[in-house]
Every structure is written in C-alpha cells, then in structure tokens.
C-alpha cells in the first residue's frame, strides 16, 4: 500500500490503446491465399520501418524527413513505407478496456488525469480524435512536441512542472521497464502494465476508485 494517492499519470500506447505495426503490416505482406506473411513482416519491421526508426519521430522528427530516409535505404519498399504514417491509425485496433475504465472511474472521482506518451506529433491529434478518453487529460505531455523522450527523466520532469505533481503521490501506468525505472527513480507510485488483473489488483490496492 503507498501513501495516499491524489493523482494518476497513464502512458498511452499499450496502456489505454493498443498498438502494434503488425496489424497494418499483416495486410499488406500476404501470400497467394491471403494468410499474412509474418516472415516479411517481421523482417521489414526489423530492417526498414524499425522501432529506432519510429522513434526518431517521437523525438519530433518530422514524418516526411522520416519516410525520405527510408525510401532511400528501401527504395523497392517506398509504397511500405509511406503506409506506415499514411495508413496509421489500422496500427490501433482500438482501446484496452481496463484502463480505459479506471481512467474513467479517477476522472468521475475527481482525481487528476494526466497523459505522459513517447507519440508523434503530426499522429497524436487524429488518434485523439478517435478516442475521447484521450482528450480529457487534465495535463498530457506529447514527445514529439517536446524533441524529448521516454525514458530521459527530463520529459517526466516537465509533466511534473506543469501539472504541479508530487510524485511520491502520484501513480504511474506504463508499459515499458525502462519507463518504469526512471519513474521510480523520481518517486512515483509506478506499475508496469502487462496483466490486466494484475493492474486491478495494484490500482485498488493503491486506493484508487474501484
């Protein structure tokens, strides 16, 4: 049990939707009969639209700077490219109920909500746009609009200093280890969400409303 907790930061991607490139990509590398070529997914995923890749636009790069680079190590793979942005929003097969829901609950209770995202700045406004749950932050830091990311304490500390936290109370969802150790470093009440049961168990235990 920590002390009383009075505030509530959330992650966004695998936190309260989900995300994952090969839900597009699944699509677009097929075979002959239709079924998805997971071999050619997960090689392009690996080698040319890679996660360091995507999150050089989390830092704030811009999508066309981005998928330039790409193309000319890619070339033959340029339409594959252009459809990791352009076709983004099929990344996002939709939300995580549980979260979504205790996020919900804290906000009817009065409890501050607060958005902390590795997101790209042009992608974030129409993934908002699909979710309310995302527009009621009572403070949300983008890092692609700041050129700085998670897991470097300086974007934490600007959530802190903008929406006036104490983090020794205030909880921190997120999905990434990495992610989790800084904030524990800085003293936030912090779980790592992998477990929908295992989040339930953590939130109530922590006092939050059930």
């Not at 097929?30 to 996660?51: G, I, K, N, Y």
């Not at 983008?142 to 990311?149: A, F, K, L, P, Q």
């Not at 959530?159 to 990495?178: N, Y």
Request: proline share 5%.
């Amino acid at each position: 049990m920590s002390a009383t907790v009075n505030a509530v930061v959330f992650d966004i991607g695998n936190v309260l939707i989900r995300w994952d490139p090969r839900h597009l990509y699944r699509k677009l590398f097929t075979h002959a009969d239709m079924t998805a070529d997971d071999r050619r997914v997960d090689w392009f995923l690996s080698t040319v639209c890679t996660e360091a890749w995507n999150l050089e636009q989390d830092r704030g790069r811009p999508i066309a700077e981005a998928v330039e680079e790409a193309i000319g190590r890619h070339s033959d793979y340029a339409a594959h490219i252009r459809s990791f942005y352009g076709r983004f929003q099929e990344m996002i097969p939709g939300e995580i109920p549980q979260t979504v829901a205790a996020l919900r609950r804290a906000k009817a209770a009065g409890i501050p909500v607060h958005g902390l995202t590795n997101f790209c700045a042009e992608t974030f406004p129409a993934t908002a746009s699909r979710f309310d749950f995302l527009r009621c932050f009572d403070t949300v830091v983008v890092s692609g609009e700041e050129g700085v990311i998670k897991p470097d304490p300086a974007i934490f500390e600007l959530l802190i200093d903008r929406a006036g936290l104490d983090p020794s109370s205030t909880a921190f969802i997120d999905d990434s280890a990495a992610n989790i150790a800084t904030a524990q470093e800085l003293g936030f009440v912090s779980h790592r969400f992998n477990d929908p049961t295992a989040f339930e168990a953590w939130w109530v235990g922590n006092g939050l409303p059930a």
